[in-house]
C-alpha cells in the first residue's frame, strides 16, 4: 500500500522536508505547504522532482482559514483527490499559565489543532478507495505533561484527543494516526549543549533519529489494520521516571 496523492503542511524545513523526501518517488504527487520558507521548499521541489514526485508549492498561515481554503482548494485542483494527509506544521513559543495572552493562546490552537481539524473534514470529503491516511504529527509531552509551554501543551493534546476521535469518525475509509517525537531536532531556543544534555536524560540516551519517524509514516501508511494509534518515538523521553519524588533529592 502507497499513498500517491499526498498533502504535507509544514514540509519545507526540518521534520516535514524529511517525510516528503521519505514518501517521494515516481508517481506520486504531492502538494508541500510552507508559510515563510520559500527558497527552502523551491529547493526541495527541484531535489524530489528529480525521483520522478509531482510537487506543487502552496503558502499559507495555518491561522488564518481564507488561507487553509485556499490550500485545499489548490490541493483539489493539482491532486483531484486525496489519499495521505500529514499534520506536521507546528508553532512551539513559550508562555505559562501566568503570562499567557489571547494572542499566544489564539496562535497556538489556531495553527497546532483548528487547522489539522480543518483540514482532516476537508480532506474527508475528497478520498477514494479505502487506503486513505492522516498522520498527526504531536509530541511525546502529551504522555508526560509538565506546566512548561502552556499553550503549546494543551493545543498538542487536543490534537492527540483529535487523532482518536477522527479516527472514529471517519473509518472505515480514512485511517488516523499519530507520532509523538521527542528531542530529534534542536529547537531554535535551544544551544547544542542544552539540547545533547536533553537527549542524554532519555532513557536510551540518544537523539531521536528523523528517520525513524520518516519510517513510522511510511509504517502507518502500509500497515492497514492500524487507527486512532498515537505512537511516542523518543528515545523514551516519556518514560522517564527517575523523578526527586521516586528516588529522593539530594
Known sequence: MEANKIIITGAATRMGAAIAKKLSGPGVEMVIHYNSSKSEAEKLQKELSKNKTKVYLVKGNLAKEQDLKKIIKFSKLKLKYFDCLINNASLFENDSLKNFSSKSWNQHIDVNLKAPAYLTKEFSKNVKGKNNNIINIIDQRVFKLTPF?????????????????????????????????????????QTDMHFKKQYLATPLKQQVNVQDICSAVDFFIKNSSITGQVIAIDSGQSLNWQTPDVIGKE
Do not use: W
Open 149 to 189: 509551554f502552556f499553550s503549546y501543551t494543551l493545543s498538542k493534546t487536543g490534537l492527540y484527543t483529535l487523532t482518536k476521535t477522527s479516527a472514529m469518525e471517519l473509518a472505515p475509509n480514512i485511517r488516523v494516526n499519530g507520532i509523538a517525537p521527542g528531542p530529534t531536532i534542536k529547537n531554535k531556543r
